[in-house]
């Protein structure tokens, strides 16, 4: 009987991917995956809906004046910066396709965040699904189990909800989103050998730009994902690469004619970047102490914030043991990438992806505005779940004897793991959805998290001070309000003495609290770190100048702010009103005439032009002025009380009396008009009465 030669299976090289057949699954429930991937994200999502703006929102959206316009300045969006509608800054983003979704977004909701909320929760969903795809795609002969559950990680990772929960940051999820089209397009090609599939993966590329810079890692990335997991050789490559290289190109062009050129002009600063206090070898140290941070924040993502500027990251973190650790960590990770190169191990697609789309973020190869954030590793996320459901079948051999597609009896513990995993981190990410609510809950949160965040301690108490303490109407409640801005302020500065915007509030929640003395320091301390071109922080340097009965000062920094943008009525009021404390007179009537010009029916401007006509001795003009203001405004005390002392200075006691008359039957309680009354009748004689009303003053 003739022997019939039995074949040997070649035994997959180490690092491959396997060529066991996965287990077959019906139509149906891939479908199904998919959905419960989408459910999933809308569902630990869910609680944004409600949400408010909060921390960058308003300079893209609730306070940019371009966005503001609404679809009618979309052309204006794509010829300008990031952030023209919000500052003058010459920043080196170009990011308009999130900026003409907030246009639209802005004029069917007319300014309320609950639409790019769901917005941002339904690109969300659509993005699980489609990491879903590309992780079967790529993972076709492992168990289906893998490329889910690296799916249903990526869904639930907490590091994630900054991108979802900040409407902002409608440019990583726009960017993740076309990258995503891209490779699965690429892949398409591929299989195909269709260019269109192709010229479809390249436009998609053109678009993930067009969000966000980093998206320029995909001319790299795309080319080694068709490397690793299809049979494509180098010559193959050529054409992807080279389509995707004359994207890049089109790509700088257009962003090098807007930004005028592709030199970086944006100007560093330390509040943003605390490496810019650290040099050498200690600052290429704290980079990579911060690589490490951002792995381990992977793997435990515990004590999340919003921020981590100037001064969470200290430089003395560059000698830590866990710095040297991330280094040995990382350039083991490097070594075993370039060694996979070869044999296709897709754990080095996954390194190289995670590296590649953080470099530009990483502070290694060069400086950027921001120390650390959470949203930098949203698309490098996505290689580290990939590595981690390759890690999951390799360890547990799912990939090669489990015929089960859901194999919970089969292996109970590595079921257990893998969802206790997934709903912890489920519930990390709801819980801190929370903390997004507002401006004041993050803050209140991150404060904690994070106490020497110069920047958290500014934006906290500056919260406190506009969106609580100026608008109270109880002046006890108020005054408490105050002094928890004042405190967040004063660490806020403490912790960077050069801070001029939190010196600048701070001198507000002082000038707000009546403290003129504190008031003009915390503005002089703003003075001398910036240059400011805000005519309302000259405004509100000469009210405390004022108040500090500082008039010269006063003066000077309002006639400052006349200059930097269009005097108003209040700017000339302010002005006139120094001037004639300062017994510049004639120059105090000059700006409250003015001032009356532009503000007419301004029951104070008319007022204060009758206190200069009465310091200058004009006592009949001064009477005319407080009655004109008097006619606005029936009830104005301190315009019939000083009518009543231009009277009494004019020798009409009769008259005089009459007008504090006025102003005891308004306000009983007023103990400065009983004195007025009490004198006037010493000065008519009644001694009677003058007794009754000086008995009434209270010592």
């Known amino acids: 009987m003739k022997k019939t030669q039995v074949k040997k299976t070649k035994k997959p090289e180490p690092g491959t991917i396997s060529s066991a057949p996965a287990p077959a699954v019906s139509s149906v429930a891939l479908q199904w995956a998919h959905l419960l991937v989408a459910l999933l994200a809308v569902l630990i999502y869910s609680n944004t809906l409600n949400h408010d703006f909060t921390v960058d929102d308003g300079t893209v959206m609730q306070n940019n004046t371009i966005v503001k316009k609404g679809v009618s300045a979309i052309p204006e969006i ?104 891209s490779m699965i397009s690429a892949l398409k090609y591929v299989d195909r050998k269709k260019v269109l599939w192709m010229a479809l993966s390249a436009l998609c590329f053109l678009l993930a730009l067009l969000s966000k810079e980093n998206a320029i890692a995909m001319m790299v990335i795309i080319p080694l994902l068709l490397w690793f997991f299809t049979d494509e050789n180098i010559k193959g490559l050529i054409f992807p690469a080279a389509m995707l290289a004359a994207v890049t190109g089109i790509y700088l062009f257009i962003r090098a004619s807007v930004l005028q050129g592709l030199e970086d002009q944006t100007e560093l600063q330390i509040i943003n970047n605390s490496m810019l206090g650290a040099e050498g070898f200690t600052r290429f140290m704290m980079a990579v102490y911060l690589l490490g941070k951002y792995l381990w924040m992977h793997l435990l993502p515990h004590q999340l914030s919003f921020d981590y500027s100037f001064n969470t990251i200290k430089p003395e973190v560059a000698s830590s043991p866990f710095a040297w650790l991330s280094l040995l960590v990382h350039a083991g990770l490097v070594v075993y990438a370039l060694m996979g190169l070869k044999n296709k191990n897709p754990l080095a697609f996954c390194i190289l992806f995670y590296f590649g789309s953080l470099a530009l973020v990483s502070n290694v190869l060069f400086l950027i505005e921001a120390t650390f954030a959470e949203r930098f590793v949203f698309m490098p996320s996505l290689g580290f779940c990939l590595a981690i459901g390759i890690l999951v079948s390799r360890i547990s051999k799912l990939n090669q004897k489990e015929k089960n597609p859901f194999p919970i009896r089969s292996k109970p513990i590595l079921s257990s793991v893998l969802i206790i995993i997934l709903v912890l981190f489920s519930f990390k990410t709801i819980s801190r959805n929370f903390d997004w609510k507002n401006n004041l809950t993050l803050l209140a949160r991150d404060v904690k998290t994070c106490p020497e965040s110069a920047r958290i301690r500014y934006a906290y108490g500056s919260a406190i001070l506009f969106e609580q303490a100026i608008p109270e109407k109880n002046k006890e409640k108020r005054n408490r309000l105050l002094d928890e801005a004042i405190v967040q302020l004063e660490k806020g500065v403490s912790i960077l003495s050069t801070y001029a915007d939190a010196f600048y509030h701070l001198g507000l929640a002082y000038k707000e609290k009546g403290d003129a003395a504190k008031a003009v320091k915390a503005f002089e301390a703003a003075k001398r770190s910036k240059t400011w071109t805000a005519a309302d922080f000259y405004v509100s340097s000469g009210l405390a100048y004022g108040s500090a009965n500082r008039y010269t000062e006063a003066i000077k920094d309002l006639h400052r702010a006349t200059e930097l943008a269009t005097p108003t009525g209040e700017m000339y009021n302010n002005l006139g009103m120094f001037h004639t404390e300062a017994g510049n007179t004639d120059s105090a009537r000059y700006f409250l005439e003015k001032a009356i010009t532009l503000n007419p029916e301004s029951p104070g401007v008319h007022y204060n032009l009758g206190n200069a006509f009465a310091k200058a001795g004009n006592f009949t003009a001064a009477i005319k002025h407080y009655a004109d203001a008097i006619t606005i405004d029936s009830l104005y005390e301190d315009a019939y009380n000083n009518t009543g002392n231009s009277y009494a200075a004019m020798k009409d006691f009769n008259n005089a009396l009459k007008n504090y008359m006025k102003v005891y039957e308004l306000n009983p309680q007023n103990q400065k008009v009983i004195n007025n009354i009490a004198v006037t009748y010493y000065m008519l004689g009644d001694t009677a009465n003058a007794r009754r009303f000086m008995e009434m003053i209270k010592k």
């Open 78 to 181: 794509f010829s300008s910066r990031y952030r023209a509608g919000f500052w003058d800054r010459k920043e080196n983003l170009y990011r308009p396709l999130s900026l003409v979704m907030f246009a639209a977004e802005w004029q069917i909701t007319g300014g309320k965040p609950w639409l790019g909320h769901a917005v941002n929760v339904v690109m969300y969903a659509l993005i699980c699904m489609l990491v879903l795809l590309l992780f079967r795609k790529l993972l076709e002969k492992h168990h289906p189990l893998i490329p889910l559950f690296a799916a249903l990680l990526f869904t639930v990772h907490p590091l994630h909800t900054e991108v979802v929960a900040n409407i902002k940051s409608r440019d990583e999820l726009l960017c993740l989103l076309f990258s995503l089209l």
